[in-house]
């Protein structure tokens, strides 16, 4: 097995939305806002190359969206899913299976795009099956107010149409053993409705794909809980457990949308669980 950081493009969100109710005079240390009160974030996917498979966990934005759509989410860098993959001498038709952590347009987006003639959309990885659960995809197709403009039916119904989309099992509790795709998956309930956080061993070091469970390193502290959570005191507790969990068994913690951080350890102290270490992915993966 190998293991790629695959950088699908940075953006950006309002600082205050990603953490909540915590103050900025606090946020800003880890976290710092432009004169817009927004603070710099990535679209970190990660693509696991096993045997004949090809792995793609998450894909970003993508890029089929409107000019007015991204003016929102000020995009900067010049990072895309194309040129990590290129990098390591892969292309996009390589890919056998794509892994959604969950279904915001952040996370599934690069899925799906136009068609030649722009009046459709298909597959944008075209080998690829789609990997979600049916509690999650229920939760996404039949969206509620709040969340609804995180759900865009563009990103998400032409999977299905493909023939290709598939469901993992549902755990009886938050973990789900051995998956189809060969690693663990813990179930997270307070960003969305059974987020998905893949738990992969590798070279004997267990490599968590932390998604909106823990944004950013400076998401640390339980009480650091995104706006956008539907339900930030279920996301405390799973922080708390997944956290100490963590620190128990020195898991490597890669960080989807911490734009300078890949990879983080974290340890227990007087305070909680806090940070050990900052690590490239080429520390980790090599």
Request: aromatic letters at 12%.
């Amino acid at each position: 097995m190998n293991l790629y950081p695959i950088n699908s493009g940075n953006f950006k969100l309002d600082g205050g939305a990603m953490f909540g109710v915590v103050p900025k005079s606090i946020w800003s240390r880890t976290n710092p806002a432009d004169d817009k009160n927004m603070i710099d974030l990535g679209a970190r996917c990660l693509l696991i190359e096993d045997g004949n498979r090809l792995i793609l966990i998450d894909t970003g934005m993508g890029n089929k969206q409107s000019e007015k759509f991204f003016g929102y989410y000020y995009m900067w860098g010049d990072d895309s899913i194309d040129n990590s993959l290129k990098k390591y001498g892969f292309h996009r038709d390589d890919i056998t299976d794509v892994f959604l952590t969950h279904l915001h347009f952040d996370h599934c987006g690069g899925a799906i795009q136009w068609n030649k003639d722009r009046t459709g959309y298909e597959p944008a990885f075209k080998n690829a099956n789609f990997w979600s659960n049916t509690d999650h995809w229920e939760w996404a197709t039949n969206p509620n107010a709040r969340e609804k403009a995180s759900f865009l039916k563009e990103n998400i119904l032409p999977m299905e149409d493909s023939g290709r989309l598939k469901f993992t099992k549902l755990p009886e509790d938050n973990m789900l053993k051995h998956s189809a795709l060969g690693f663990d998956i813990f179930f997270a309930d307070g960003h969305t409705d059974k987020q998905m956080i893949p738990m992969i061993n590798y070279k004997g070091k267990t490599i968590c794909f932390m998604a909106d469970l823990l944004p950013t390193a400076g998401h640390l502290p339980l009480p650091y809980v995104m706006g956008y959570d539907m339900r930030p005191l279920l996301t405390l507790n799973e922080k708390e457990k997944f956290l100490n969990m963590a620190a128990d068994n020195g898991f490597y913690l890669f960080l989807e949308h911490d734009a300078y951080n890949e990879i983080i350890t974290v340890k227990h102290t007087e305070k909680g669980v806090r940070l050990e270490n900052i690590l490239t992915a080429e520390e980790v993966f090599n």
